[in-house]
């Protein structure tokens, strides 16, 4: 498998694991001074947000940080137009990230209403940005040294 | 080209196949015993909602089960982030789908309205989930042998 | 990097270029007499839209008839599922292609309010149709001659 396939397959990995809401399958991605560094984007003014070092904190992130599922939903972390560049053991990759958030409707003990028909519930996109990673060559393949993530859009954090 | 690459063209010729309704298409992409079988995730307890076996029954599946397009209608099956593993002659894929339905706005006789500026019409995400097929390699190439659709959301069927 | 990743990425230069509006990053990616043809796909009665010839003309149209994005704002023009074919020194790719609207909210002065919680913006699928490029090999790379782009739905023109 060629390196760019090999990388891609990371970032595909990554994303399971992050709609899995599984740390462990996240960390297991990143090398051992691994990193994610996340930013807004503020329209070309990056603001940074915030910045997880080490696989440990990493998979805390991942399973205890993330909203959970609620029941019937799911989520699509999809990634596009991924550009890299290999040179040598180093790895550069961009790419656009969409997030959709899917709802699936509770069926109803009597059955669905007669009127009902086709998928019922719904499939919105609420994230997006670009996601920007350097992966180092560890043994026959890739891990992710550095996951720089830079949204489009800003977060409010819970008060306390 | 190489596996995995020809790999992800059957499942793009797929998706190109099943936008156009196209039955003949689609099922060109199976082996003479492939098959269909859909799921609804259901929250990790995955629940069969259907299997068709045969390419003669998966185009007349896609041929005449899918809704038609409406008149300025169109739809894609857009599928990101693949992981492939081929070993030997088998392989797996796993992708993520999500489906948007797209409805033009038809232009009035008159032309548009003074006030209309841009695209005329709308793209909405309708359906999510996973293809995960399992093909063979058939001649120089690679065919569909099991198609697994794993769907986040469930499916009313028409009461008759 | 094979002739078919080489391609991919040019695809991908391209989204990113639009979604910037840099023009010139744009037109490097065509050949000397490349072109952007656009057509309205009209239920399969393909209308065409408009017609762009040489790299200097399609910079300006690039960088100065695209909409400048909004404070907060930003695209995401994303490509899906490629057919890709290399004969020699020519290859046609074709992508799906959806195109992501994205509007941040601004902070306000005073913090953002204490039932704010989470991304704070939208992200809204508003185009999509088929990226359609006849590409050559130049160099050691390669480059769009041809771009035909098919979009889903027509557009209305600011009338003068």
Avoid: C
């Amino acid at each position: 498998m060629s390196d760019e396939r090999t990388i891609q397959q990371v970032l595909a990995k990554y994303v399971r694991g992050a709609d899995r809401r599984d740390g462990a399958a996240v960390a297991e991605l990143f090398t051992d001074d691994g990193k994610v560094e996340i930013f807004y984007s503020n329209s070309g003014n990056p603001e940074p947000m915030g910045e997880i070092v080490g696989p440990g904190p990493i998979a805390t992130a991942v399973s205890q940080m993330m909203r959970p599922h609620p029941p019937g939903g799911w989520s699509h972390h999809t990634t596009h137009d991924p550009i890299i560049e290999v040179i040598g053991d180093r790895a550069t990759l961009d790419a656009q990230f969409i997030v959709f958030s899917v709802q699936a409707k509770e069926k109803p003990e009597g059955g669905w209403p007669a009127d009902a028909l086709g998928v019922q519930g719904s499939v919105t996109p609420i994230e997006s940005g670009y996601y920007r990673p350097i992966l180092h060559r560890v043994g026959g393949g890739w891990k992710i040294q550095t996951l720089r993530i830079v949204m489009d859009m800003p977060i409010a954090f819970p008060r306390h």
